[in-house]
């Protein structure tokens, strides 16, 4: 129930930045949450909704787990795209921000203890 929890809350969270990077990228409250310029922003818009179309692939992937359940068929679809996430999050965290890993790293790895040890 709770890996259930936690990898439908972690779906979501990925299609919030779906939403961020395709959609709302040169919104000032985006590029503050990113810690980009007006200018940055705008040379890098398709960049950012490319990377932010593969947000929303590991998110309907995390609800398609959930969907099938993480106790039974989908428990090998969330700790696949779980590890994922948590891979994705590590690698942010070296490379872009710290945050990355608070934000998307640590919620994924505890998901996916719980989806692993059945809680």
Sequence with gaps: MIGAGLTAAIGA?????LVLEMF??????TRRAFGTSEDFARATKTLAANQGLYNGFLAAGL???V????TSWGRPLAIF???CVLIAG???AATASRRILFIQALPAALALIAVTLRI
């Design 81 to 83: 795209f779980l590890a």
């Design 90 to 92: 590590l690698y942010g």
């Design 24 to 29: 709302r990228w040169e919104h000032p409250r």
């Design 67 to 70: 969907a099938e359940g993480v």
């Design 63 to 65: 609800f398609w787990a």
């Design 13 to 17: 969270l990925h299609v919030y930045i």
